[in-house]
């Protein structure tokens, strides 16, 4: 019988967000026939931010910072006991200090993950990951619009990445019904509903939303924006609704689900003025939910303007309530966006991804 190779996977934390989402369904997917998997973090769970419960944790470290010199050693130690073939890494934090580890024990393989474009990583950053890049075998990617920025910022050459698209991140678990959450809302089941889940942060565009809402809900009175997540915006975007006065129809409602929210759109609206991979858009389409969204990053090669969506300039108000309010005026059309957008993130699945990782761990493995 084959040996399997073994692999240490890792994450800062299990904290409730896009990467750590994409972990657990990787590890959930990955064949534990051919591969011995240990799953590590670095820090302790937050409490009600976690989905630490989905995956299983073999050895949490529990430093108190990023500096946390016991903690490091405590990692470097293990990582050489565990004798893997292969090292992944994920975050920056994971990036950091367990590749540190994986190469000082000398391990085979070592692949790291950058999930987003980040262009306000500090100087420091930028250097460390040039400097570790040099002892690692492949930098995987969600987008070639983060490959080719991140090359770019980090002095990297172009083949050291991969790009491996992750598909819709959807499970099966029960939720409550539209009609339970708008009851709770407060919101009558005939109204129009504008969806949109991520950070509140200024890449996301939240505050053109809001903006926008007022000249919507002239034509629409009876439309509600959902605004779904969490960050540092939310405190400005709770005064921006105030002062427009709309704070009944536009509701920032902080961590939510974001599978179950999603199933309430008529219509859901991503405004980012700067992305990569529209992992939101790409779960909407999986419900064959109609799209308005901006020409950034990855969005056209989802949102096909006409086709499976609308599309508009980034930042551009006038355009985004123009192509809202003709998405919401037209039930023949919403159907007709959520049909084609279904088909065309059906071409993703985690099977394909899982196939691809399976092909580069091998060929890796086998070169060493």
Known sequence: MERKIKVLFSVPRFSVGGAEKFLVHHLAHIDRNAYEVTMVTIFDEQQGASCADQARIDRCFHARSIGDISAFFKMLAFVRRGHFDVVVTHLFTGNLLVRIAAILARVPVIISYEHNIYPNKRWWQIFVDKILSLWTDRIIVDSDAARRFTAQQEFIPLDKFL?????PLLDKRQRRTREQVLSELRIQPDSLIVVTVSRLVVDKGHKYLVEAAPQVLEKHPNAYFLIGGWGPLKEELE?????????????ILGRVDGQEFMSLADL???PSISTDLPIGIMEAMTMSKAIVATIVGEIPNFVQNE????VVPPGDMHALVAAIDRVLGDESLRK???EAGKRKVGEYSMENYTRTFDELIHALVENK
Request: charged letters at 20%; glycine letters at 10%.
């Open 307 to 310: 086709k499976t969506g609308l």
């Open 239 to 251: 005064a921006q609704v105030k002062r427009l006065g709309i704070s009944e129809h536009v509701r």
């Open 336 to 338: 007709q966006y959520g």
């Open 163 to 167: 790009t491996i698209v992750i598909p």
């Open 268 to 270: 859901y609206v991503d």
